[in-house]
């Protein structure tokens, strides 16, 4: 198994400050994620460790540009900014990009929302396979009662019909995401890790409290450690817990505590 960084987990800074502290701290597997601040030396940064050895794959919104651009895959999109990006990825050799399961809001059809994320996922694959790009589908999470949208794929039954729907693309499994499932059990996590090797993309980790996705650290209380032994070969892992701000030989220490506890 290999095991990412997420960019996630550094927020805050540039995208060269954070890479820095990745690369001083042995890291040399990174998901670019949203969490650096845009600059306009993000790219540049990407490549400079790219030619260093740095190995990429990347996720949903992030950052490589001096600006964010947000999306959501549950609404109509600007697909020129999509070509440039998948034009991008191909650039620096990164062959795995994964993205959310859209949000809609509670005055919107789920049903609606669904056939246009479900249209929009289709015209991405189509983007990506052109490029050999592996495109995959982050299982998502509940929202508290309170917001006011919902993601799509936040519970068992919607991302099986997903699976059945869309056959060709990849699913992300995110662990703290299904923890906060309404109605997640063991014996169902073990049947999504169990899914053929090539209907999975990688797996995300990381804690919370059940309620709500804070990207904790893992623990001898993480309710999915007992799970470990089931993690598909081959597969890689992508470490998303929060390590802002903290010195090089603190992420080195995560970083080689939590491999220790997962790799085999």
Request: include cysteine; hydrophobic fraction near 40%; aromatic fraction near 10%.
């Amino acid at each position: 198994m290999e095991l990412y960084l997420s960019l996630s987990a550094y927020g805050g800074v540039s995208t060269r400050e954070a890479l820095t502290i990745f690369w001083n701290a042995g890291i040399r597997y990174t998901e670019l994620a949203i969490g650096p601040r845009p600059d306009a030396d993000a790219t540049q940064a990407i490549e400079d460790f790219r030619q260093m050895g740095m190995v990429y794959r990347a996720h949903h919104a992030f950052v490589w540009r001096d600006r964010h651009y947000p999306f959501n895959l549950a609404q109509p999109q600007d697909w020129k900014y999509f070509e440039h990006l998948t034009d991008y990825l191909a650039s620096i050799g990164i062959t795995a990009y994964s993205v959310h399961g859209g949000n809609f809001s509670k005055t919107t059809e789920r049903a609606k929302a669904y056939t246009t994320f479900v249209e929009n996922i289709d015209y991405l694959y189509q983007l990506c396979i052109k490029r050999d790009i592996v495109l995959g589908v982050e299982t998502m999470y509940p929202t508290h009662p309170i917001s006011s949208v919902e993601n799509l794929l936040d519970n068992a039954t919607e991302l099986a019909q997903f699976c059945q729907d869309m056959p060709q693309i990849k699913i992300v499994i995110d662990l703290a995401h299904v923890n906060i499932w309404h109605h997640k059990n063991q014996v169902k996590l073990n049947q999504w890790l169990g899914l053929p090797l090539e209907r999975l993309l990688e797996i995300h980790i990381s804690d919370n409290d059940g309620r709500q996705d804070i990207h904790s650290r893992i623990t001898d209380n993480t309710w999915w450690l007992s799970q470990i032994p089931n993690f598909p070969m081959g597969i890689p892992l992508v470490l998303e817990s929060r390590l802002n701000r903290l010195p090089v030989s603190i992420v080195q220490e995560e970083c080689e505590r939590i491999a220790a506890l997962i790799l085999r």
